[in-house]
T-cell receptor, first 117, second 114 residues
């Protein structure tokens, strides 16, 4: 079964510093990986995805993620954090257990990013 | 750009009552997914539809049912509500159900069962 793990419940970073939110995956076959952000009382907003190609994926709001096959990781990064980046971040993997016929997302447990001014 | 619309945004019901949640996907999106997010939890997949047919089923109770209509909007019907059904219910839509396409989420319906 496909799964993702987010080992950190919370990440604290000072504004202007680089940030990393960790995600590791476990899949059979090729992984289709996604990052979403959730602000309080809001829906999930798509940030970026890895399907194939370059290991460094660039997304919205200056975020990027690095796909590392050997470490089965897909960490979310940003060179310089903003206070407005404070939110809940979810890593997700596409579930392809049934020969690709099912495409639901399986989410990690989420990481709360707190950026201090 | 048009986004996924969900209604109502907030809903308060008593135990054993019924509730209907509506989802209007992004125009031209033919695939709809429903997720349930409990307090402090990650979203859990409930059910999905592609071209008005159920395409997958997750941890959806038998008390719940859903369908997708000819205009691609979807409704989640919940009966015999229980306290544990209190959660944020998200609808997401995507284009053609392909694994490559990201899902776009609506703002959610917050259901409170008293």
């Amino acid at each position: 079964a496909q799964s993702v793990a987010q080992p950190e419940d919370q990440v604290n970073v000072a504004e202007g510093n680089p940030l990393t939110v960790k995600c590791t995956y476990s899949v059979s076959g090729n992984p289709y990986l996604f990052w979403y952000v959730q602000y309080p009382n809001r829906g999930l907003q798509f940030l970026l995805k890895y399907i194939t190609g370059d290991n460094l994926v660039k997304g919205s709001y200056g975020f990027e993620a690095e796909f590392n096959k050997s470490q089965t990781s897909f960490h979310l990064k940003k060179p310089s954090a903003l206070v407005s980046d404070s939110a809940l971040y979810f890593c997700a993997v596409r579930d392809l257990n049934y020969g690709g016929a099912t495409n639901k997302l399986i989410f990690g447990t989420g990481t709360l990013l707190a950026v201090q001014p | 750009a048009a986004g996924v619309i969900q209604s109502p945004r907030h809903l308060i019901k008593e135990k054993r009552e019924t509730a209907t949640l509506k989802c209007y996907p992004i125009p031209r999106h033919d695939t709809v997914y429903w997720y349930q997010q409990g307090p402090g939890q990650d979203p859990q997949f409930l059910i999905s539809f592609y071209e008005k047919m159920q395409s997958d089923k997750g941890s959806i109770p038998d008390r719940f049912s859903a369908q997708q209509f000819s205009d691609y909007h979807s409704e989640l019907n919940m009966s015999s509500l229980e306290l544990g059904d209190s959660a944020l219910y998200f609808c997401a839509s995507s284009l053609d159900g392909s694994a490559y396409n990201e899902q776009f989420f609506g703002p959610g319906t917050r259901l409170t069962v008293l």
